[in-house]
């Protein structure tokens, strides 16, 4: 029996490891592949505080390490399904499960991709899903959009602030997002748009993004742009199927918790971006990982 099981060993599932087992409790994280979670996605971080600049997978492993120190016990396993037994929880994954008498769901979210050719191949090469994190690389460059909801419109005009131009390319001929975000782009000099149009393929050489193949829906046209850096928000989807019968979610399917991370099923914690929340990145999913291993401890002390 486990005191806690954290599902998922990003930086909120790490950060929360550290706290609770430095808290003397019995510790697992079942994770279903490298430790870092989506930072494996990134070669520069320069948001974290602390570093100037450092990558991904390094930033990953410096989390990580203390881990081993504080008799963290790092499981290999992807979780199916939770069952709610009160005191006692059941975390199932494909071929065992576990026991425990607290659980802290940190599985993040997915950004959804557009599955096209070149997407995979250069992304974190010019193709990016995050402007709050890699928009300063890209000083003085030509930039693509790709959506057309509040997350597009609104990363647009943040990216305004680096870029000499952005293009938001949207499939229809209308934003789904706000209007007062709709406003504010139409008003910014520097942003153009691609209406009824669809990115066909990602284009690059060897280093990086050149440009994209573009079709316009309404004409079957294709014609070429080049782009200097091509960033892609056409929804997030937070990674829940594990606890999709809890009722722990909100109607997007973002986990609900409160001020001490827990969701509305007593002992169940959830944290960094699989939470409802409004900034996902790895300093708020550290700050989530501190105070649910601190909230683990006091709800344990309270049951005993
Ligand atoms: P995640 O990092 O998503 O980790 C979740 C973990 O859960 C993963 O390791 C996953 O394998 C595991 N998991 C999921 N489901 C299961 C399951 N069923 N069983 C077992 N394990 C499971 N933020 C910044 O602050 N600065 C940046 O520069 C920055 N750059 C980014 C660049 C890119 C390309 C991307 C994609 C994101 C970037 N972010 C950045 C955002 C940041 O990475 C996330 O906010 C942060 O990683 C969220 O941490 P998390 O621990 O909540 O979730
Ligand atoms: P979203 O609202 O789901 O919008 C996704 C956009 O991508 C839509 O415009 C959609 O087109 C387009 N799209 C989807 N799949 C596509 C594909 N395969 N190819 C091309 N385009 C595609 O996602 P989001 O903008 O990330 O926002 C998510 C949630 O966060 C929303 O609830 C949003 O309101 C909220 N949010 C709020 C704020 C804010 O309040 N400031 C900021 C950001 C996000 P269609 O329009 O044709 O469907």
Redesign the pocket.
């Known amino acids: 029996m486990y005191d806690t099981l954290i599902?998922?060993?990003?930086?909120?599932?790490m950060t929360a490891g550290l706290y609770a087992a430095r808290s003397n409790l019995k510790v697992g994280i079942?994770?279903?592949?490298a430790?870092?979670?989506?930072?494996n996605?990134?070669s520069?971080?320069?948001?974290?505080p602390g570093y100037d600049h450092i990558s991904?997978p390094e930033l990953s492993m410096n989390m990580h390490a203390p881990l081993e120190k504080f008799g963290v016990e790092n499981i290999y396993?992807?979780?199916k399904s939770i069952e709610d037994a009160g005191d006692v929880k059941r975390v199932i994954t494909e071929d065992t499960s576990y026991e425990a008498k607290t659980i802290i769901l940190?599985?993040?979210?997915k950004?959804r991709t557009l599955d096209v050719p070149g997407e995979e191949e250069y992304?974190?090469r010019g193709v990016?899903?995050?402007a709050v994190?890699?928009g300063a690389f890209f000083r003085n460059q030509d930039l693509l959009v790709v959506g057309g909801g509040d997350s597009a419109v609104e990363e647009a005009v943040y990216l305004t602030q680096f870029a000499k131009s952005v293009t938001i390319i949207h499939r229809r001929d209308e934003l789904r997002a706000q209007k007062i975000l709709q406003d504010r782009a139409f008003a910014n000099d520097k942003i153009n748009f691609i209406w009824d149009s669809v990115v066909k393929e990602i284009k690059g050489t060897d280093i990086k993004v050149s440009g994209v193949t573009v079709e316009n829906v309404k004409t079957g046209e294709l014609s070429e742009h080049e782009f200097g850096g091509i960033f892609i928000y056409v929804g997030v989807n937070p990674?829940t199927s594990?606890v999709a019968d809890l009722g722990i979610t909100d109607e997007a399917g973002w986990v609900i918790t409160d001020e001490r991370m827990m969701t509305p099923k007593a002992g169940i914690f959830a944290?960094?971006?699989?939470r409802q929340k409004e900034l996902?990145?790895?300093?708020t999913?550290v700050g989530d990982g501190a105070i649910a291993g601190q909230g683990v401890y006091q709800y344990i002390e309270n049951m005993t």
């Open positions: 599902i998922g060993s990003g930086p909120a599932g079942i994770e279903q592949g430790p870092g979670g989506q930072m996605n990134t520069e971080i320069e948001n974290y991904g396993g992807i979780v940190a599985t993040g979210a950004y992304t974190s990016s899903y995050c994190c890699d990674v594990m944290i960094g971006d699989v996902r990145q790895i300093a999913a």
